[in-house]
């Protein structure tokens, strides 16, 4: 509850700046199986920042439109989100970025 309560107001901070800040956060959940993989936390950022910032998605369509859906859901899934995540993140087009994780003591080890 108390990372909600900073992520709260991180953003209201974002927003009054004016600037294009982005900020992207992702709160794993052990009992969710959906929500406590590190694939699931990728996607979660890769969306965020797609959501953000319209022109990260060709980094997403670059792998995307070839592979289509199993690059989100095959077991190899993982690498190649953490390539598309990484390619985001190093645009130079992007401006400050802010990402947070909570709770990865609640995600699976592998």
């Given at each position: 509850m108390l990372l909600i309560g900073i992520i709260d107001e991180l953003q209201r901070q974002v927003a009054r700046s004016g600037e294009t800040e982005v900020f992207s956060y992702f709160l794993c959940q052990?009992?969710?199986?959906?929500?406590?993989?590190?694939?699931a936390i990728l996607r979660g950022m890769i969306y965020l920042l797609v959501s953000e910032q319209h022109?990260?998605?060709?980094?997403?369509?670059?792998?995307?439109?070839?592979?289509?859906?199993?690059?989100?859901?095959?077991?190899?899934?993982?690498?190649?989100?953490?390539?598309?995540?990484?390619?985001m993140v190093q645009d130079p087009r992007l401006t400050a970025t802010y990402l947070v994780i909570d709770a990865l003591d609640e995600c699976e080890w592998d």
């Open positions: 052990g009992t969710d199986s959906r929500l406590n993989t590190a694939t022109f990260l998605i060709s980094h997403l369509r670059k792998k995307y439109d070839p592979a289509g859906r199993k690059l989100l859901d095959d077991s190899s899934a993982f690498y190649g989100l953490s390539d598309i995540f990484q390619q």
